[in-house]
């Protein structure tokens, strides 16, 4: 059985810093990309960044940087460290795992974590 648990959010002031974690277990993680994607009150959920790789990485833009994901393999973790939060980045922070590739539709991903509430006051 896959688990995702993401972990990290909280209020931040604007301007401030915040470092998401996403641990993984269940599947082989060396072979899947993982992503960090945000869904806020009435809006589409949006990828934010996503690595197939250690080394390969894709950002949206309005978060490239500012936001930096990274991952460890040998924990099957996932991180997302964001910086210069604005209150437009306020949202629930999901990870998700996809085999091998990044795309940019959530409806591609297999597995999700739970989410992590992300809030930047103004």
């Known amino acids: 059985q896959v688990q995702v648990v993401e972990s990290g959010g909280g209020l931040v002031q604007a301007g401030g810093s915040l470092r998401l974690s996403c641990t993984v277990s269940?599947?082989?993680?060396?072979?899947?990309?993982m992503g960090w994607f945000r869904q806020a009150p009435g809006k589409e959920r949006e990828r934010v960044a996503c690595?197939?790789?250690?080394?390969?990485?894709t950002y949206s833009d309005s978060v490239k940087g500012r936001f930096t994901i990274s991952r460890d393999n040998a924990k099957s973790s996932l991180y997302l460290q964001m910086s210069s939060l604005k209150p437009e980045d306020t949202a629930m922070y999901y990870c998700?795992?996809?085999?091998?590739?990044?795309?940019?539709?959530?409806?591609?991903?297999?597995?999700w974590g739970q989410g992590t509430q992300v809030t930047v006051s103004s």
């Open positions: 690595m197939r790789k250690i080394g390969v990485s």
């Open positions: 269940g599947l082989s993680f060396d072979d899947y990309a």
């Open positions: 998700a795992a996809r085999y091998l590739r990044c795309p940019v539709s959530s409806e591609e991903y297999n597995y």
